[in-house]
Nanobody, 123 residues
Framework: QVQLVESGGGLVQAGGSLRLSCAAS????????MGWFRQAPGKEREFVGA????????YVADSVKDRFTISRDNGKNTVSLQMNDLKPDDTAVYYC????????????????WGQGTQVTVSS
């Protein structure tokens, strides 16, 4: 079965950077899209970014597009989220998502989700 394991979360001061990674295993198909979502306490899950198999384009939420970059390594079945100039409002649990359909990742209905990694930004 497909498993997604996130890593790279932690505590960082405002203005700092973190790089999240998500490794996929148990895949049964050869092409798939991946993405990142986040959920802060008391708030709904929020789309952060997505990248198709081809990686010829990415889509990042307007709220973070000037600071966050999504990338992938198909040879390693991984997706990464580089987060720069972090702000306290970025504090959340970050989740990795995977689906054969790019559209499903974009709208948050992906078939597979990781367990999440905590990112805490102190002011």
């Amino acid at each position: 079965q497909v498993q997604l394991v996130e890593s790279g979360g932690g505590l960082v001061q405002a203005g700092g950077s973190l790089r999240l990674s998500c490794a996929a295993s148990g895949l049964t198909y050869s092409t798939y899209a991946m993405g990142w979502f986040r959920q802060a306490p008391g708030k709904e899950r929020e789309f952060v970014g997505a990248i198709p198999w081809s990686a010829d384009s990415t889509y990042v939420a307007d709220s973070v597009k000037d600071r966050f970059t999504i990338s992938r390594d198909n040879g390693k079945n991984t997706v990464s989220l580089q987060m720069n100039d972090l702000k306290p409002d970025d504090t959340a649990v970050y989740y990795c998502a995977l689906d054969r359909r790019y559209g499903a990742v974009l709208v948050g209905t992906a078939d597979y989700w990781g367990q999440g990694t905590q990112v805490t930004v102190s002011s």
